[in-house]
């Protein structure tokens, strides 16, 4: 559908399925024929993302990388996990070829929390870097980001930073120093995006710290890289990509999103869908569905494992512009309560809903929820994903697409929904109370949500097959 006749069908599914919660209420004022009135909603969209550089054995580069940029003093992160690993190996050598010298800080949880940001931030202080570098996945990225961001604030108080209304929500100002990411899982598209995320723990959910300004400088891609994740981190980190292509391309269109910023330093990184985003999260898609499961199911196809290593990257891009919706608001919360259960391939020693899983899992109940706001893209991503919708009807797009993902899920051996990982009805309210802080990215669904609609949304998740 055309983006103005999209917006007008969006306002009138608005105006019928208006949520009366005023937490939760849009209060669009955009005229029907899509030009904004100037008062609330949004008139413009910005494109940010690092630099890319892509290709099998790029990382050799680093040391010559970090060379031009006259680094004296880097600081190189990891996990435990990759400490002993071939990604962090190459990078290793490449530091020693060019003869940069540096400090390893191993020590990044996944799934890092304020306590384990905090740390690496202590770190980071101490050490007085001049530039960093982050060998992982998206847990040592995010922590990376976080610590550049206050060692150039020395003075800041954590929650200056942290999204709103968890924190103060404050713009950053300062230019941060240079920063390579080298990603080693094919999915958060960290790599790309001014995003940082963490368990809050006092409040068992996960939250952020959202800035153009603590991107990375370079986002170094090395698909070789990606060949190393077991199965079950392929998987998980597969489905992360799939729900930022499928969130962002279904999320409320930039210009329907309020407030419009009275100045774009506070204009936020996730603005909403908009046509250039659209064009990375649908083509992110379109390789979800030609590679994902190859990728997951043999770990020495090249072309699958690169394939899936760009697509978290086009993801990365689409969603780190656009945004993500309620697969991820709700996620915060599946992520942070989790009581006892261990995800399998992981090699750590707590308990762990793995991003990508806790995001997938509400899925098929959200594009339920979500399709008649946006039957035609709702439709499309089911064709992209295999299935025939050439006699669907508009109003059955939210269940064709919640079907077909049921499907690419039970292919892929997820566990049967919530239940599988450790949740019963009665946790459902303590996960609607971790999701409502959400705002940022729940605000972006095309449609509002009351807490009924919420907790609807996670009993529905409960069991998926
Ligand atoms: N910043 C963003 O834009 C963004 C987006 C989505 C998710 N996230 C966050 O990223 C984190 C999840 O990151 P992730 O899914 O990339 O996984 P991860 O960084 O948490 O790593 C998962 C596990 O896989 C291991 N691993 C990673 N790469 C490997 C490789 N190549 N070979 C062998 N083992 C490997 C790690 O050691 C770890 O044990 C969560 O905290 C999530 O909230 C951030
Ligand atoms: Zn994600």
Redesign the pocket.
Known sequence: MAGQERAVHLLRQLQRASCRCPAHSHGFSQAPDGTSCGKTTDYAFEMACSNIRYGQGVTKEVGMDLQNLGARNVCLMT?K??AR?P?VKAVFNSLAKHGVSFKFYDKVR???TDTSFKEAIDFAKRGQFDAYVAV???????TCKAANLYACNPKADFLDYVNAPIGKGKPVTDVLKPFIAVP??A????ET?G???FDFESLKA?TGIASRAIKPTLGMVDPL??L???QR?AA??GF?VLCHALESYTALPYNMRSPCPPNPIYRPAYQGSNPISDVWSKHALNIVAKYMKRAVRNADDLEARSSMHLASVFA?IGF?NAGVHLCHGMSYPIAGLVKTYRAKD???NHPLV???LSVVLTSPAVFTFTGSMCPERHLEAAEILGTNVRNAKREDAGLILADTLRKFLFDLNVDDGLSAVGYTKEDIPALVKGTIPQERVTKLAPRPQTEEDLSSLFEASMKLY
């Open positions: 996990d996990n990759l690993l990604p996944v799934e890092p992982g996945g998206g847990s040592v990225i995010d080693t899982t999915g958060t598209g960290s995006t995003v940082a995320i996960k890289h990606s190393h994740m077991p981190v998980n980190s992360d990365g780190g992981y090699n750590v793995p991003h990508g």
